[in-house]
């Protein structure tokens, strides 16, 4: 039923939605007021409702699209709902609602045109609902809400606490944020509690305008109307974004969204509404360079670390159904690694699902993961630990190199057994010379004869090589196919350094010249 | 040997005197034949010119009256033979000398033989001549003759000269002086006595005694025998001998050595003074010490002896009476418990009193009747359960006794060329969507003899959910990933979805359920109980034995009762195992020396039972170790190891090669996984030098010296001691660390360890044995080349057996090309077990298969060993 109101308001012009939407939300506030004698109360709250929903309709004309994003000010939604606890009053819920009102202003002031909603979000019914949120969800649920961050908010008691839980919404960059959840034994400030959980959910919207060699130029959402409260300001120096690319279509639509994936900006500096940041990331060239696209907005969006650890887990690339299992994962806390001397690690195994869990840093601060196949560097990326539950990461196939590399092991050793052997046996047809024993010096010499020679261990090394290497072609994987012939190469080299023939004949030929002549019976 | 040395030296003796006797030619043959002829020129020369009245033997008698008077005056010529011989009689030493100061062992045994003539004129004189003919009692001898002669008639074919010059040879006693080669003659009335060379040996022997060296004087009168048996006071000195040792034995506290002295006396002389007494001492103290013991065999072995000695011995008549009483006692008891319902006890009390006197009247009916109500199985090993000694990894024993203890829920059952398993616990399980899902539906009966309970769906279950949870200390990695879906569909009925099909179910479901929820006993009440998927549960532990009891025991109305009890006896080796086993201590052995193989099976008492998985030997590193790691060492310390010899000469012992052979892999060479034509590695002690030369320059100059642990066994530590020994000669120095030494630092910082493992399922055990972990977790295989882990895990996760045989063979292939351990061989493992157990398997897979249908026909020894 709600669904369908809701769909026919999105066809509304904004002064007949909003009053649409003061209509239904008194609907269901009528609803939570039933056991309250409903008549005695209603004239009151209606005329309670039409003007707060008549000051947000106002509000709506303070920010046109075209003024500067500095200059635009949030326009904010913040939905509240109760859990079924009886001591959630309607008396109760209009005072958190008005002390959230009366703190966000204090706080914020300018910076956001705000308006409260209650039960907005009827989806969400537990904690539990608010973390299932989807982006999806939301925009079909709520076509109508033209604002730029929304905060879904969810109270409840848990044994002697109330429990506040928050997840914001970003409209620009059609992502939900994490939730945030904050405590409070007190009933009067719940709202205060719910207050808290909205400036920590709250991840400020930049607009990418410059990137240079590492470096990026940002503008800041609703600069010009700085908080009230210096300390809540929306970034400082240390903070992380991460970038969005916002491509729209020729009518200016908005097409999709995508997220530049291992992409990290790391705030430097803030003077009002521009910021710089230094830009970490896996990729060569993350944000395209200097060139810009007309119909492609750069975004950024302030990230946050919600969560005790984060649940990597790694794939193959071309297979991304297959975990990869027994992979190193070294953890790197650094904020460039071209740039920065060396640091402390952690290294982790992948289990047999492919993951490990990254446990979050105490300073929130950015850290670059090194995924290794023995010494192959299979990728190497920043992340923020703690900013998502889990994350994927695609790796290249590494399994044709370490079959390479284990066949390789086992001609190394063969190749040791043979250098031995051949140095016993020159050393003992030495011994034999030096007394004169010719007959065993022969029997030495034609053992060493029956040796494998160089041309062995080249066949053996090229039965190795070919087919990995064929292997590599087919699946085109031109890092592997590198490897492998780099292997290949310094197994050639040791091969032709230790099972040199020519060091056997100088060897042969030193011992021939101790053996008697014929015609004397001496040694020449 | 010393018997066969003595005998050849009287051999060599006699042919020395019968020489000389009748040719002086051959003593001229000797070597020492220019210095004799010198020697009897100068004697010669000085009897020419000196000597009066005297004359060799060799020239004709001078002064023989025709008279038959005694020729006084010859014999005092012959007393100045000395005087020919260029002494005086002052140089002649004194008797009371010569037993001040009797020849030593090593003179008797090694000089040659002299007799001490003591010479009445000559004043305790002693005239050393080589031994005298006829001998013992030599004077006496000559009397007789004499007198023999004197009362014969003269020959009519005889002169009377002839007779009168018989007459005066017959008193003469002809002498040779050492190195004289000439022949001498004394009248027997200047021989005041003679002290054989035989007589000197038991002097020598009277001084041995009051020394109490029992060992030298025994190896003098086994000489003595030898070379004059039966010479008078031999015997009486021999009897002396052994009742002294006895004596002193028993002063030194050792009672069973007194004991065999005085049996060996009393074979000898049953009539000893104070054998009897002093037997009855011995054994007294014997038995005493056995029974505080608790070792009534023993006791009643001591008693079986005394008694064969002296039936009616009062100490025999006492100890049998009590012993008696005691049985009876015992019996009793018995009885009593039985009546009560208590048929362990009733078991108990029977066996005891079989031990203790198993000739008590109504014992064998006794016995027979509460032992088949409650059999009890004895058992014989070289080690309990959780006795590891300070080894750092898991024991066979833990192994043995986890299969006797717990039921799994899928079990091995049998091995070929691949492990086979059952349940007991599910009816059946049917493999759905190609194997991702499997039905398992839990079975709701039980046999009478079958000591599992029945489980639920809950408990499989819960079980299943302990060993997913990551923080739960049974938390099964494998499993976690394989699972992905539990679902109960009834109380006997659930069904397992799998992330990816497993290989065989059966070895990833091979764990028990430790707990449960609820139980349904026999009456089909519902209760609690920890000590689920348990067949046997540990009653009782001392020393040396442990007791397994049944966590079911069969209903008393069962029909046929089968094994209810499991009493594991630790022995010290194999040899008092196998003793253990005749002596009727034990009724099974777990394990059996291949040596052992062959004796026992031809022994009609016993079975011999070879197991279906063999024992494989096999050296492996800790994955810490820094010097192992160098391929080039691990390749020495391979190559100096002969293991071809060390299996037939130390672990086999035996001709039958068949029970042993070369491997290449730590699991069976009858396994499918295993790769028959890899070439086994030779013993090449020069290649390994050379390898552990450059091994040397890898860890910078100098080999550190490697730690070596090894499994507490016998067999694999003699074999251990001979390695190390031929890896010194390579360069390589190795310690073996004892493990009951007490250190568990030492203990932990091992390199090298020494292991047996019997490995049927390689596909999964392959990884946990490389990484010395219980469990395959992923973070275990961080020390192992990226190659080969990856191998592993796709080794792992392999879903379908022909791959998995194929990542098998390349894995072997590699494993033992790399040397990431060193398979040395694999042993046949036999079981034996006495003819009174029926119904165990053949082949079993470990020894006490199927024991809940084993059954014991009630039997004892009857006779003290």
């Given at each position: 039923?709600?669904?369908?109101?809701?769909?026919?308001?999105?066809?509304?012009?904004?002064?007949?939605?909003?009053?649409?939407?003061?209509?239904?939300?008194?609907?269901?506030?009528?609803?939570?007021?039933?056991?309250?004698?409903?008549?005695?109360?209603?004239?009151?709250?209606?005329?309670?409702?039409?003007?707060?929903?008549?000051?947000?309709?106002?509000?709506?004309?303070?920010?046109?699209?075209?003024?500067?994003?500095?200059?635009?000010?949030?326009?904010?939604?913040?939905?509240?709902?109760?859990?079924?606890?009886?001591?959630?009053?309607?008396?109760?819920?209009?005072?958190?609602?008005?002390?959230?009102?009366?703190?966000?202003?204090?706080?914020?002031?300018?910076?956001?045109?705000?308006?409260?909603?209650?039960?907005?979000?009827?989806?969400?019914?537990?904690?539990?609902?608010?973390?299932?949120?989807?982006?999806?969800?939301?925009?079909?649920?709520?076509?109508?809400?033209?604002?730029?961050?929304?905060?879904?908010?969810?109270?409840?008691?848990?044994?002697?606490?109330?429990?506040?839980?928050?997840?914001?919404?970003?409209?620009?960059?059609?992502?939900?944020?994490?939730?945030?959840?904050?405590?409070?034994?007190?009933?009067?400030?719940?709202?205060?509690?719910?207050?808290?959980?909205?400036?920590?959910?709250?991840?400020?919207?930049?607009?990418?305008?410059?990137?240079?060699?590492?470096?990026?130029?940002?503008?800041?959402?609703?600069?010009?109307?700085?908080?009230?409260?210096?300390?809540?300001?929306?970034?400082?120096?240390?903070?992380?974004?991460?970038?969005?690319?916002?491509?729209?279509?020729?009518?200016?639509?908005?097409?999709?969204?995508?997220?530049?994936?291992?992409?990290?900006?790391?705030?430097?500096?803030?003077e009002r509404e521009r910021v710089t940041c230094t830009v970490a990331s896996g990729?060569?060239?993350?944000?395209?360079?200097?060139?810009?696209?007309?119909?492609?907005?750069?975004?950024?969006?302030?990230?946050?670390?919600?969560?005790?650890?984060?649940?990597?887990?790694?794939?193959?690339?071309?297979?991304?159904?297959?975990?990869?299992?027994?992979?190193?994962?070294?953890?790197?806390?650094?904020?460039?690694?071209?740039?920065?001397?060396?640091?402390?690690?952690?290294?982790?195994?992948?289990?047999?699902?492919?993951?490990?869990?990254?446990?979050?840093?105490?300073?929130?601060?950015?850290?670059?993961?090194?995924?290794?196949?023995?010494?192959?560097?299979?990728?190497?990326?920043?992340?923020?630990?703690?900013?998502?539950?889990?994350?994927?990461?695609?790796?290249?196939?590494?399994?044709?190199?370490?079959?390479?590399?284990?066949?390789?092991?086992?001609?190394?050793?063969?190749?040791?057994?043979?250098?031995?052997?051949?140095?016993?046996?020159?050393?003992?047809?030495?011994?034999?010379?030096?007394?004169?024993?010719?007959?065993?010096?022969?029997?030495?010499?034609?053992?060493?004869?029956?040796?494998?020679?160089?041309?062995?261990?080249?066949?053996?090394?090229?039965?190795?090589?070919?087919?990995?290497?064929?292997?590599?072609?087919?699946?085109?994987?031109?890092?592997?196919?590198?490897?492998?012939?780099?292997?290949?190469?310094?197994?050639?080299?040791?091969?032709?350094?230790?099972?040199?023939?020519?060091?056997?004949?100088?060897?042969?030929?030193?011992?021939?010249?101790?053996?008697?002549?014929?015609?004397?019976?001496?040694?020449? | 040997?010393?018997?066969?040395?003595?005998?050849?030296?009287?051999?060599?003796?006699?042919?020395?005197?019968?020489?000389?006797?009748?040719?002086?030619?051959?003593?001229?043959?000797?070597?020492?034949?220019?210095?004799?002829?010198?020697?009897?020129?100068?004697?010669?020369?000085?009897?020419?010119?000196?000597?009066?009245?005297?004359?060799?033997?060799?020239?004709?008698?001078?002064?023989?009256?025709?008279?038959?008077?005694?020729?006084?005056?010859?014999?005092?010529?012959?007393?100045?033979?000395?005087?020919?011989?260029?002494?005086?009689?002052?140089?002649?030493?004194?008797?009371?000398?010569?037993?001040?100061?009797?020849?030593?062992?090593?003179?008797?045994?090694?000089?040659?033989?002299?007799?001490?003539?003591?010479?009445?004129?000559?004043?305790?004189?002693?005239?050393?001549?080589?031994?005298?003919?006829?001998?013992?009692?030599?004077?006496?001898?000559?009397?007789?003759?004499?007198?023999?002669?004197?009362?014969?008639?003269?020959?009519?074919?005889?002169?009377?000269?002839?007779?009168?010059?018989?007459?005066?040879?017959?008193?003469?006693?002809?002498?040779?002086?050492?190195?004289?080669?000439?022949?001498y003659k004394l009248h027997v009335e200047q021989i005041q006595e003679i002290i054989?060379?035989?007589?000197?040996?038991?002097?020598?022997?009277?001084?041995?005694?009051?020394?109490?060296?029992?060992?030298?004087?025994?190896?003098?009168?086994?000489?003595?025998?030898?070379?004059?048996?039966?010479?008078?006071?031999?015997?009486?000195?021999?009897?002396?001998?052994?009742?002294?040792?006895?004596?002193?034995?028993?002063?030194?506290d050792l009672p069973e050595a007194a004991l065999a002295r005085l049996a060996e006396?009393?074979?000898?002389?049953?009539?000893?003074?104070?054998?009897?007494?002093?037997?009855?001492?011995?054994?007294?103290?014997?038995?005493?010490?056995?029974?505080?013991?608790?070792?009534?065999?023993?006791?009643?072995?001591?008693?079986?002896?005394?008694?064969?000695?002296?039936?009616?011995?009062?100490?025999?008549?006492?100890?049998?009476?009590?012993?008696?009483?005691?049985?009876?006692?015992?019996?009793?008891?018995?009885?009593?418990?039985?009546?009560?319902?208590?048929?362990?006890?009733?078991?108990?009390?029977?066996?005891?009193?079989?031990?203790?006197?198993?000739?008590?009247?109504?014992?064998?009916?006794?016995?027979?009747?509460?032992?088949?109500?409650?059999?009890?199985?004895?058992?014989?090993?070289?080690?309990?359960?959780?006795?590891?000694?300070?080894?750092?990894?898991?024991?066979?024993?833990?192994?043995?006794?986890?299969?006797?203890?717990?039921?799994?829920?899928?079990?091995?059952?049998?091995?070929?060329?691949?492990?086979?398993?059952?349940?007991?616990?599910?009816?059946?399980?049917?493999?759905?969507?190609?194997?991702?899902?499997?039905?398992?539906?839990?079975?709701?009966?039980?046999?009478?003899?079958?000591?599992?309970?029945?489980?639920?769906?809950?408990?499989?279950?819960?079980?299943?959910?302990?060993?997913?949870?990551?923080?739960?200390?049974?938390?099964?990695?494998?499993?976690?990933?394989?699972?992905?879906?539990?679902?109960?569909?009834?109380?006997?009925?659930?069904?397992?979805?799998?992330?990816?099909?497993?290989?065989?179910?059966?070895?990833?479901?091979?764990?028990?359920?430790?707990?449960?929820?609820?139980?349904?006993?026999?009456?089909?009440?519902?209760?609690?109980?920890?000590?689920?998927?348990?067949?046997?549960?540990?009653?009782?532990?001392?020393?040396?034995?442990?007791?397994?009891?049944?966590?079911?025991?069969?209903?008393?109305?069962?029909?046929?009762?089968?094994?209810?009890?499991?009493?594991?006896?630790?022995?010290?080796?194999?040899?008092?195992?196998?003793?253990?086993?005749?002596?009727?201590?034990?009724?099974?052995?777990?394990?059996?020396?291949?040596?052992?193989?062959?004796?026992?099976?031809?022994?009609?008492?016993?079975?011999?039972?070879?197991?279906?998985?063999?024992?494989?030997?096999?050296?492996?590193?800790?994955?810490?170790?820094?010097?192992?790691?160098?391929?080039?060492?691990?390749?020495?310390?391979?190559?100096?190891?002969?293991?071809?010899?060390?299996?037939?000469?130390?672990?086999?012992?035996?001709?039958?090669?068949?029970?042993?052979?070369?491997?290449?892999?730590?699991?069976?060479?009858?396994?499918?996984?295993?790769?028959?034509?890899?070439?086994?590695?030779?013993?090449?002690?020069?290649?390994?030098?050379?390898?552990?030369?450059?091994?040397?320059?890898?860890?910078?100059?100098?080999?550190?010296?490697?730690?070596?642990?090894?499994?507490?066994?016998?067999?694999?530590?003699?074999?251990?001691?001979?390695?190390?020994?031929?890896?010194?000669?390579?360069?390589?120095?190795?310690?073996?660390?004892?493990?009951?030494?007490?250190?568990?630092?030492?203990?932990?910082?091992?390199?090298?360890?020494?292991?047996?493992?019997?490995?049927?399922?390689?596909?999964?055990?392959?990884?946990?044995?490389?990484?010395?972990?219980?469990?395959?977790?992923?973070?275990?295989?961080?020390?192992?080349?990226?190659?080969?882990?990856?191998?592993?895990?796709?080794?792992?996760?392999?879903?379908?057996?022909?791959?998995?045989?194929?990542?098998?063979?390349?894995?072997?292939?590699?494993?033992?090309?790399?040397?990431?351990?060193?398979?040395?061989?694999?042993?046949?493992?036999?079981?034996?077990?006495?003819?009174?157990?029926?119904?165990?398997?053949?082949?079993?897979?470990?020894?006490?298969?199927?024991?809940?249908?084993?059954?014991?026909?009630?039997?004892?020894?009857?006779?003290?060993?």
């Amino acid at each position: 039923m709600t669904h369908q109101s809701t769909s026919k308001q999105a066809t509304l012009p904004p002064a007949r939605r909003a009053n649409a939407m003061a209509a239904n939300s008194a609907r269901r506030w009528g609803r939570s007021f039933a056991p309250l004698r409903v008549t005695r109360w209603l004239p009151t709250l209606l005329w309670i409702l039409g003007c707060l929903f008549s000051s947000v309709a106002a509000a709506d004309t303070d920010s046109p699209d075209d003024l500067p994003l500095e200059s635009r000010r949030y326009q904010v939604l913040i939905s509240i709902s109760f859990g079924t606890d009886p001591t959630f009053t309607p008396r109760f819920q209009k005072q958190v609602a008005d002390d959230i009102r009366l703190i966000s202003d204090r706080t914020f002031y300018q910076m956001w045109n705000r308006r409260i909603e209650r039960n907005l979000a009827n989806s969400v019914t537990s904690q539990a609902d608010l973390r299932r949120l989807e982006p999806d969800t939301v925009l079909s649920d709520h076509p109508e809400l033209a604002v730029d961050k929304a905060f879904f908010t969810w109270v409840e008691s848990a044994g002697s606490q109330y429990v506040v839980s928050v997840r914001e919404w970003d409209a620009a960059t059609r992502r939900l944020g994490a939730v945030f959840t904050r405590h409070t034994p007190v009933r009067s400030r719940v709202g205060d509690a719910a207050m808290r959980a909205i400036s920590a959910a709250f991840r400020p919207l930049l607009s990418i305008e410059d990137v240079e060699e590492g470096a990026a130029t940002l503008r800041l959402q609703a600069a010009a109307f700085p908080p009230s409260d210096p300390a809540s300001a929306q970034l400082k120096p240390g903070d992380i974004l991460q970038a969005f690319l916002r491509y729209r279509d020729l009518d200016g639509a908005v097409a999709r969204i995508q997220s530049l994936p291992w992409t990290y900006l790391v705030v430097d500096n803030v003077e009002r509404e521009r910021v710089t940041c230094t830009v970490a990331s896996g990729l060569r060239a993350p944000l395209g360079g200097g060139r810009r696209q007309r119909r492609v907005d750069l975004l950024a969006l302030a990230t946050h670390v919600a969560y005790d650890s984060t649940r990597l887990e790694l794939v193959q690339r071309t297979n991304t159904s297959l975990p990869l299992v027994g992979h190193q994962v070294r953890v790197v806390s650094k904020l460039l690694p071209e740039r920065e001397a060396p640091q402390p690690s952690d290294l982790f195994v992948t289990d047999r699902r492919g993951t490990v869990q990254l446990r979050t840093r105490a300073d929130g601060k950015l850290v670059w993961l090194y995924v290794l196949s023995g010494d192959s560097l299979l990728a190497r990326v920043p992340y923020v630990p703690g900013s998502d539950p889990s994350v994927t990461l695609s790796v290249p196939d590494d399994s044709i190199r370490l079959s390479v590399e284990g066949e390789l092991e086992l001609l190394q050793g063969d190749l040791v057994d043979l250098v031995a052997a051949r140095a016993q046996h020159i050393l003992r047809a030495r011994h034999l010379a030096a007394d004169d024993h010719w007959d065993q010096v022969d029997v030495e010499m034609a053992e060493l004869e029956q040796l494998p020679d160089i041309s062995h261990f080249r066949q053996r090394l090229s039965t190795i090589r070919v087919p990995a290497l064929e292997a590599a072609r087919a699946d085109q994987n031109r890092l592997a196919e590198s490897r492998i012939g780099k292997l290949c190469d310094q197994m050639s080299q040791l091969i032709q350094r230790y099972v040199d023939d020519d060091k056997i004949q100088a060897a042969k030929e030193r011992i021939q010249e101790l053996r008697p002549r014929p015609e004397d019976g001496r040694p020449r | 040997m010393f018997v066969y040395q003595t005998t050849e030296t009287q051999q060599h003796g006699d042919k020395e005197r019968a020489g000389r006797e009748s040719s002086s030619t051959a003593r001229h043959a000797s070597t020492d034949l220019f210095r004799l002829f010198a020697l009897c020129l100068c004697i010669s020369v000085a009897l020419l010119n000196v000597a009066y009245g005297q004359f060799p033997a060799a020239e004709a008698p001078a002064a023989p009256a025709d008279d038959a008077d005694p020729p006084a005056a010859a014999d005092e010529s012959a007393v100045g033979g000395r005087k020919v011989a260029g002494q005086s009689d002052a140089d002649l030493p004194l008797i009371g000398d010569l037993l001040a100061e009797l020849p030593t062992l090593e003179e008797l045994l090694r000089d040659p033989p002299v007799d001490w003539i003591v010479v009445t004129t000559l004043k305790d004189r002693v005239l050393i001549v080589e031994p005298i003919n006829p001998r013992p009692n030599t004077l006496e001898k000559l009397q007789q003759r004499i007198e023999e002669f004197s009362a014969t008639r003269r020959k009519p074919t005889e002169t009377v000269e002839e007779r009168q010059q018989k007459f005066i040879d017959l008193h003469y006693v002809k002498v040779f002086l050492p190195g004289d080669e000439n022949e001498y003659k004394l009248h027997v009335e200047q021989i005041q006595e003679i002290i054989h060379h035989e007589d000197q040996m038991l002097l020598r022997v009277d001084a041995l005694i009051d020394e109490r060296n029992f060992n030298d004087a025994l190896q003098l009168i086994f000489a003595l025998n030898a070379l004059q048996p039966a010479w008078p006071g031999a015997a009486d000195r021999h009897h002396r001998l052994l009742y002294r040792e006895a004596e002193t034995k028993l002063e030194a506290d050792l009672p069973e050595a007194a004991l065999a002295r005085l049996a060996e006396l009393h074979a000898l002389r049953a009539g000893y003074p104070g054998l009897s007494k002093m037997l009855g001492t011995v054994t007294q103290q014997l038995i005493s010490a056995a029974v505080e013991a608790g070792d009534f065999l023993q006791a009643r072995h001591f008693l079986k002896r005394l008694r064969a000695l002296e039936p009616n011995h009062p100490v025999v008549n006492e100890w049998s009476a009590t012993f008696l009483s005691q049985g009876e006692t015992l019996m009793d008891e018995a009885r009593g418990k039985s009546l009560q319902g208590d048929p362990r006890g009733a078991a108990v009390a029977i066996e005891r009193a079989a031990l203790i006197w198993p000739a008590a009247p109504g014992l064998a009916q006794l016995h027979g009747r509460l032992m088949a109500r409650y059999p009890r199985l004895h058992a014989g090993v070289l080690q309990l359960a959780g006795e590891s000694d300070g080894y750092p990894l898991r024991v066979p024993a833990d192994d043995r006794v986890e299969r006797l203890t717990q039921v799994k829920l899928f079990e091995l059952d049998s091995f070929d060329d691949v492990a086979h398993y059952r349940s007991r616990f599910f009816e059946r399980w049917l493999p759905t969507d190609l194997g991702r899902r499997t039905m398992f539906r839990l079975t709701q009966h039980r046999a009478a003899w079958e000591s599992v309970p029945i489980l639920r769906s809950s408990d499989v279950v819960l079980s299943l959910s302990q060993r997913m949870n990551p923080s739960s200390p049974v938390y099964d990695d494998r499993l976690a990933a394989r699972i992905n879906s539990v679902r109960v569909r009834s109380p006997f009925e659930f069904e397992l979805g799998f992330q990816q099909v497993p290989l065989r179910t059966e070895a990833l479901l091979g764990f028990p359920v430790p707990t449960r929820l609820s139980v349904v006993d026999d009456a089909g009440a519902a209760g609690s109980s920890d000590s689920l998927s348990q067949r046997f549960v540990e009653a009782g532990r001392t020393d040396d034995t442990i007791a397994y009891c049944r966590t079911h025991p069969e209903p008393d109305n069962a029909g046929e009762f089968h094994v209810a009890e499991v009493v594991e006896h630790r022995y010290a080796n194999y040899d008092e195992a196998i003793q253990g086993l005749l002596r009727g201590e034990v009724s099974m052995l777990a394990r059996l020396r291949p040596r052992d193989v062959t004796p026992l099976s031809e022994d009609g008492r016993f079975f011999v039972q070879q197991t279906a998985l063999p024992v494989t030997h096999v050296l492996q590193f800790h994955p810490d170790s820094v010097a192992t790691r160098s391929r080039e060492l691990r390749r020495a310390l391979s190559y100096a190891v002969d293991r071809r010899t060390l299996l037939a000469d130390v672990v086999l012992q035996t001709s039958q090669s068949k029970l042993g052979r070369l491997v290449t892999a730590p699991f069976p060479s009858t396994h499918n996984g295993y790769d028959p034509l890899i070439e086994q590695r030779g013993y090449d002690l020069t290649l390994a030098y050379q390898l552990a030369a450059a091994a040397k320059s890898q860890l910078g100059g100098e080999l550190p010296e490697l730690h070596m642990v090894c499994e507490p066994d016998p067999v694999v530590e003699t074999v251990a001691k001979e390695m190390i020994k031929t890896w010194a000669r390579v360069g390589i120095q190795v310690t073996l660390i004892d493990s009951g030494g007490g250190d568990p630092q030492a203990e932990q910082n091992w390199d090298v360890v020494y292991r047996t493992v019997q490995m049927y399922e390689p596909v999964f055990q392959l990884w946990p044995m490389l990484t010395l972990d219980s469990q395959a977790t992923v973070d275990s295989l961080i020390h192992l080349p990226d190659w080969l882990r990856q191998e592993l895990i796709e080794l792992d996760s392999a879903s379908d057996s022909t791959r998995s045989r194929a990542l098998l063979r390349n894995l072997h292939r590699k494993l033992y090309a790399q040397v990431h351990l060193i398979p040395l061989w694999e042993v046949d493992d036999f079981v034996v077990l006495r003819k009174n157990i029926g119904s165990f398997g053949v082949r079993p897979v470990s020894p006490y298969q199927g024991i809940e249908r084993w059954t014991l026909q009630p039997w004892y020894a009857a006779q003290a060993p």
